[in-house]
């Protein structure tokens, strides 16, 4: 769980830019092999980037 305490001093946008660091550090390690997990590297067949970038449409 992380430190909630934390998170409340600083801005949304921190948060956010934090969240994306951490997840994009991840991510790495997940494809470099150095931590267990899978991440999704390509789109599967089916699913193509909808105009919105918060949904996905399915075809």
């Known amino acids: 769980m992380p430190d909630i305490s934390a998170v409340n001093s600083m801005s949304a ?3 956010k830019i ?3 660091r951490e ?3 991840r991510v790495e390690a997940v ?3 150095q931590a267990p997990g899978r991440v999704l590297e390509r789109r599967p067949q089916g699913i193509v980037p909808a105009k919105s ?3 996905l449409a399915f075809f």
């Open 31 to 33: 494809r470099n092999g």
């Open 18 to 20: 934090r969240h994306q």
């Open 53 to 55: 970038g918060r949904s």
């Open 23 to 25: 997840y994009q550090e």
């Open 13 to 15: 946008q921190e948060a």
